[in-house]
T-cell receptor
Framework: DTEVTQTPKHLVMGMTNKKSLKCEQH?????MYWYKQKAKKPPELMFV???????INESVPSRFSPECPNSSLLNLHLHALQPEDSALYLC?????????????FGPGTRLLVL | GQSLEQPSEVTAVEGAIVQINCTYQ??????LSWYQQHDGGAPTFLSY????GLEETGRFSSFLSRSDSYGYLLLQELQMKDSASYFC?????????FGAGTRLAVHP
């Protein structure tokens, strides 16, 4: 199973809402990532979890709050977002220390903030 | 600082060969990855070079020269389904840094 799943596929939220994005993988990977991607732009790294601990936060605003409850799950909690936060949010996982560290991406959650 | 350069667009015909170049300047360089992304899809891994030289995977090959901070992706026997964006992504410690991407359009 080389699949990373993400839910929901689409999300529309107001600026005062609180919502969460969910990512799951069962490949035994111990590194998981959140990226943000705007149209016609490359994925931008937001957070990296390694062995369930936050190892990289790319100066992401606090309205985005990541959580890694266990080695298979990664959440991104959203609160008081701005319209400019509308984007495709991609989750990825990899197996650290294997040399290639190929990242496997989920299909993404397309977020629209109104 | 960090910088990555790759062409923004490339056009080719079916059956042709295309080379997408990537020059990079990053701290903590471990290797160079290439990812493909179709419109509306997620990035998928194509190739990785940790050492200098050529890596071949079917119709796709990737090359790295660490001393020149340069790599390329070579796509042979182009097919219509190869129309997509291609990202070079230097690997740093625990992360990838994606280039701006090259949009490849393959025409009949």
């Amino acid at each position: 199973d080389t699949e990373v799943t993400q839910t929901p596929k689409h999300l529309v939220m107001g600026m005062t809402n609180k919502k969460s994005l969910k990512c799951e993988q069962h490949m035994g990977h111990r590194a998981m990532y959140w990226y943000k991607q705007k149209a016609k732009k490359p994925p931008e790294l937001m957070f990296v979890y390694s062995y369930e601990k936050l190892s990289i936060n790319e100066s992401v605003p606090s309205r985005f709050s990541p959580e890694c409850p266990n080695s298979s799950l990664l959440n991104l909690h959203l609160h008081a977002l701005q319209p400019e936060d509308s984007a495709l949010y991609l989750c990825a996982s990899s197996s650290p220390g294997t040399g290639k560290e190929t990242q496997y991406f989920g299909p993404g959650t397309r977020l629209l903030v109104l | 600082g960090q910088s990555l350069e790759q062409p923004s667009e490339v056009t080719a015909v079916e059956g042709a060969i295309v080379q997408i170049n990537c020059t990079y300047q990053t701290s903590g360089f471990y290797g160079l990855s290439w990812y493909q992304q179709h419109d509306g899809g997620a990035p998928t891994f194509l190739s990785y070079n940790a050492l200098d030289g050529l890596e071949e995977t079917g119709r796709f090959s990737s090359f790295l020269s660490r001393s020149d901070s340069y790599g390329y992706l070579l796509l042979q026997e182009l097919q219509m389904k190869d129309s997509a964006s291609y990202f070079c992504a230097p690997r740093g410690y625990n992360k990838l840094i994606f280039g701006a991407g090259t949009r490849l359009a393959v025409h009949p």
